[in-house]
């Protein structure tokens, strides 16, 4: 493989079963296959400390502030991102394989930061955030579950409206009998709207007592069966 940031031949380094493409000719960058770079913290202090002297004798300086492209997908361009949430140092890596570069120096930096009591505070400030994060978004989740639209009386009084808008419409264009073909289709999806609960858990004559569907889904259901007689009169009207 060639190096993406001087062009240079890479060598191949093994640390502790672990591979890695090195541009020991170059700029001393390196190459990390998919989890190479996790799987050097099984490796012992000395052989990271090979790894490190080898990454920070370069022979020429490169522009490390331009993209790089990929040396295993030569059509893919490296994306540069921080390298954790509590990591001030970037590391670009393939959208295609999920290989990492890094410059020379960067491993050293990367090192030295989690050993350092301030990414450990970091780290730990993190880790508080995600789990009081979590426990926030989990109660919002439930506080709207209760009170989403199809819930609301709003919502029973509006589809309690549009079936007797179809109701009027169908007496007056059929009749008794037109009217009660159109109340018998509109009664099930008009209570998917009002009571969203209830048929979340109905019982089939065939199946027996059915999963628990999501009321969300239901009361959404409910109203797109409503609405597919006005969607049809608006059509005729529009003809």
Same mark, same amino acid.
């Given at each position: 493989?060639?190096?993406?940031? *001087?062009?240079?031949?890479?060598?191949?380094?093994?640390?502790? %079963?672990?591979?890695?493409?090195?541009?020991?000719?170059? *700029?001393?960058?390196?190459?990390?296959?998919?989890?190479?770079?996790?799987?050097?913290?099984?490796?012992?202090?000395?052989?990271?400390?090979?790894?490190?002297?080898?990454?920070?004798?370069?022979?020429?300086?490169?522009?490390? %502030?331009?993209?790089?492209?990929?040396?295993?997908?030569?059509?893919?361009?490296?994306?540069?991102?921080?390298?954790?949430?509590?990591?001030?140092?970037?590391?670009?890596? *393939?959208?295609? *394989?999920?290989?990492?570069?890094?410059?020379?120096?960067?491993?050293?930096?990367?090192?030295?930061?989690?050993?350092?009591?301030?990414?450990?505070?970091?780290?730990?400030?993190?880790?508080?955030?995600?789990?009081?994060?979590?426990?926030?978004?989990?109660?919002?989740?439930?506080?709207?579950?209760?009170?989403?639209?199809?819930?609301?009386?709003?919502?029973?009084?509006?589809?309690?409206?549009?079936?007797?808008?179809?109701?009027?419409?169908?007496?007056?264009?059929?009749?008794?009998?037109?009217?009660?073909?159109?109340?018998?289709?509109?009664?099930?999806?008009?209570?998917?709207?009002?009571?969203?609960?209830?048929?979340?858990?109905?019982?089939?004559?065939?199946?027996?007592?059915?999963?628990? %569907?999501?009321?969300?889904?239901?009361?959404?259901?409910?109203?797109?069966?409503?609405?597919?007689?006005?969607?049809?009169?608006?059509?005729?009207?529009?003809?």
């Amino acid at each position: 493989m060639r190096c993406p940031a *001087c062009n240079r031949t890479l060598t191949a380094v093994t640390i502790s %079963s672990v591979t890695v493409d090195v541009c020991q000719e170059g *700029c001393a960058g390196t190459w990390f296959d998919q989890g190479e770079l996790g799987s050097l913290d099984d490796a012992t202090e000395d052989k990271r400390r090979i790894l490190l002297e080898l990454t920070k004798s370069r022979a020429m300086i490169v522009d490390a %502030s331009r993209r790089y492209r990929c040396p295993k997908c030569p059509d893919s361009v490296l994306m540069r991102h921080l390298f954790g949430a509590s990591s001030a140092d970037t590391v670009d890596e *393939c959208p295609t *394989c999920a290989g990492i570069w890094l410059d020379s120096g960067k491993l050293q930096q990367i090192r030295a930061e989690d050993d350092s009591e301030e990414a450990r505070k970091r780290a730990a400030q993190l880790r508080f955030e995600q789990i009081v994060i979590g426990e926030r978004m989990e109660l919002m989740r439930k506080e709207i579950g209760d009170e989403l639209p199809y819930d609301t009386s709003r919502s029973r009084v509006a589809a309690s409206l549009l079936v007797a808008f179809y109701l009027i419409v169908a007496l007056n264009l059929g009749g008794i009998g037109a009217g009660l073909i159109r109340l018998y289709r509109c009664i099930i999806p008009w209570a998917c709207v009002c009571f969203p609960d209830a048929f979340g858990a109905a019982v089939s004559p065939v199946l027996g007592t059915t999963r628990k %569907s999501p009321r969300w889904f239901i009361w959404f259901f409910g109203w797109v069966a409503l609405c597919v007689p006005l969607i049809q009169i608006l059509i005729v009207l529009a003809e």
